[in-house]
């Protein structure tokens, strides 16, 4: 059984190289490194140059908006044009952030969003409390032929059928294992397409419950627990109970959904 990781950043300084290789032993195969900003790109384009597995996409996240230097688009689309498989984001809108600038957040993803329409890539997004105004976007824009992802996906169930038919794929996190966040499982035992689930960590981010771990990271400088790359199996092993499949059922069905999004 192998899994594939819709969304990570093993660039991150707590994602020491070791736990990716661990996770790869442990059965975690192609993983998707989403970059945030102009200065992580070089690090997840040298993953993707360390191992095939290592998928990369490239992206200036909502967080990274206020502190994005001059003339990041320029240097977005050079690395895309550089990386002809890579996708775009992690990129989106949020507005739980403190002092988040929604004018200058909108502008930024229409410009993400209009280079993946136009380089034909697949599209990260990221949504904290704005999935009004992503709907919105969504909606009135031109999107990706490929489809996007709404990764550790946080909205209502009445949206799903409308956004799935407008391409979405929705991926499966620790968050979803949280007790009050039950009604968002229940969205993938049968709400959201069998076709558009995919599987995730967000590594060293999102770090499950204890009982949902399978290998351990050290905390963060700030005390703060990180996750495990490996944490995919459990996560996964989550999912497929909540569909109500084996393991090996849900690494088949997330794998075939993460190939047909971004490619093999």
Partial sequence: MELCDAHCHYQFAEVPY????????DGVGQAMINGSAPSDWADVAALGRRDPRNRVSFGLHPWDVPTAPAGWEAQLRAILVAHPAAGVGEMGLDRWVKDFDPVAQEQAFRSQ???????????????????????????????PRRGFLLHSWNGPVELVAELAKLGAYFSFSAHHLIPRKADL????????PRERILVETDAPALCPAPEFRLR????????????????????????ARTMGVTPEASAALTSANFARLFGA
């Fill in 216 to 239: 351990e990271l050290a905390p963060d400088a700030a005390g703060i627990e990180q996750n495990h790359p490996s944490n995919l199996v459990r996560n996964n092993a989550e999912l």
């Fill in 185 to 192: 499982r229940v969205q993938f035992a049968a709400a959201i």
């Fill in 113 to 143: 969003l209009a280079m993946a329409v136009e380089l034909d890539r697949a599209l990260t997004i990221h949504c904290v409390k704005a999935i009004g105004p992503l709907t919105d976007i969504l909606r009135a824009a031109e999107l």
């Fill in 18 to 25: 070791a736990a990716v290789e661990q996770a790869r032993a």
